[in-house]
């Protein structure tokens, strides 16, 4: 049974960092790209960033592009998603999903809530 | 890159069809047969219910069905049921090499 587990969201300042860590299990990790995806309260989804199965090529949407770094440790089995220069509208709950082609999100965890705030 | 377009409600009664719209652009929807459609329950992760377009995942029920036509897809429900209420999402894999969602749609069965 595919299974992924986020951990690390919590509250940070503006301006501030944090890393988020997805594990993997029930699937070759490293055959699969994986995503991240987020949803502030009461919005939409928006589609972060992709990463492919060696970890070799990234994808960011312009929203984070310099700020967020998207890795994966096969080793481990496990996604981490790398967020500095933290604003307020980044607020919301970040999905990890294993992927299906280059960025699509299949299969999706329960989220992790990040909160910035001062 | 800008949302997809869904209606941001629809509702019918149980035993009867709906269908939620999903247009993009010739830079997302109308380049590939890459369009996902995914479920949303409040408080739970977003479950996949159709993807490239039209292919139903294993355990996924065959009320749920997908098509494209240009620049814009449809999600089809038949047989609505009390479960199908929920927000619905449409996706799509963009020329970017990205992929962007679409604005929402809730779903209310009477």
């Known amino acids: 049974e595919v299974q992924v587990l986020e951990s690390g969201g919590g509250l940070v300042q503006p301006g501030g960092s944090l890393r988020l860590a997805c594990a993997a299990s029930g699937f070759t990790f490293s055959a699969d790209t994986m995503t991240w995806v987020r949803q502030a309260p009461g919005k939409g989804l928006e589609w972060v960033s992709a990463i492919s199965g060696s970890g070799g090529t990234t994808y960011y949407a312009d929203s984070v592009k310099g700020r967020f770094t998207i890795s994966r440790d096969n080793s481990k089995n496990t996604l981490y998603l790398q967020m500095d220069g933290l604003r307020a509208e980044d607020t919301a709950v970040y999905y990890c999903?294993?992927?299906?082609?280059?960025?699509?999100?299949?299969?999706w965890g329960q989220g992790t809530l990040v909160i910035v705030s001062s | 890159q800008s949302a997809l377009t869904q209606p941001a409600s629809v509702s019918g009664s149980p035993g009867q069809s709906i269908t939620i719209s999903c247009t993009g652009t010739?830079?997302?929807?109308?380049?590939?047969?890459?369009v996902s459609w995914y479920q949303q329950h409040p408080a739970k992760a977003p479950k996949v219910v159709i993807y490239?377009?039209?292919t139903r995942p294993s355990g996924v029920s065959n009320r749920f069905s997908g098509s494209k036509s240009g620049n814009t897809a449809s999600l089809t429900i038949s047989g609505l049921q009390a479960e199908d209420e929920a927000d619905y999402y449409c996706?799509?894999?963009?020329?970017?090499?990205?992929?962007?969602f679409g604005t929402g749609t809730k779903v209310t069965v009477l």
């Open positions: 996706s799509s894999y963009t020329t970017s090499s990205t992929e962007v």
């Open positions: 490239d377009v039209s």
């Open positions: 999903a294993k992927g299906r082609g280059l960025v699509t999100p299949d299969y």
């Open positions: 010739s830079s997302d929807v109308g380049a590939y047969n890459y």
